[in-house]
């Protein structure tokens, strides 16, 4: 076994993921490359819905002089959240099963390098 592990061909090792031209390793899975027919960037869509209520909320609240100081910190709340709040983004693979998100992280770059080395693997396995 652990010839065999020496002996593949690593495409992109980090903490977190290892891909190999037979595998592809994640922190909680392992996924076989001949099981992976596709693989690309999925974007998560982060709800933004109360912090924009928030900021609506805290406009309206500036109209009335006994309100106005707790419209200008929802104001500031729902800014903040609306600027804090970053999409994720995940590995998708198909597979024989389905598909399934892999890995997930805010760094879009990050993901894309462990699409390219999956695309690779799936290239060179042929």
Same mark, same amino acid.
């Given at each position: 076994?652990?010839?065999?592990?020496?002996?593949?061909?690593?495409?992109?090792?980090?903490?977190?993921?290892?891909?190999?031209?037979?595998?592809?390793?994640?922190?909680?899975?392992?996924?076989?490359?001949?099981?992976?027919?596709?693989?690309?960037?999925?974007?998560?869509?982060?709800?933004?819905? %109360?912090?924009?209520?928030?900021?609506?909320? *805290?406009?309206?609240?500036?109209?009335?002089?006994?309100?106005?100081?707790?419209?200008?910190? %929802?104001?500031?709340?729902? $800014?903040?959240?609306?600027?804090?709040?970053?999409?994720?983004?995940?590995?998708?693979?198909?597979?024989?099963?389905?598909?399934?998100?892999?890995?997930?992280?805010?760094?879009?770059?990050?993901?894309?390098? $462990?699409?390219?080395? %999956?695309?690779?693997? $799936?290239?060179?396995? *042929?």
């Amino acid at each position: 076994m652990e010839s065999q592990l020496q002996n593949e061909i690593t495409f992109y090792q980090d903490v977190n993921v290892t891909v190999t031209q037979s595998r592809y390793i994640t922190n909680s899975k392992t996924y076989a490359m001949r099981n992976i027919s596709s693989v690309h960037i999925f974007e998560i869509i982060k709800n933004r819905t %109360l912090p924009i209520v928030m900021v609506v909320i *805290g406009v309206l609240m500036l109209f009335s002089e006994s309100s106005r100081v707790l419209g200008f910190i %929802l104001i500031a709340i729902g $800014i903040l959240i609306l600027v804090l709040t970053k999409n994720e983004f995940t590995v998708r693979i198909s597979t024989n099963s389905g598909e399934v998100n892999s890995i997930i992280s805010k760094d879009r770059s990050y993901i894309q390098n $462990i699409v390219n080395a %999956l695309n690779d693997a $799936i290239v060179f396995r *042929g």
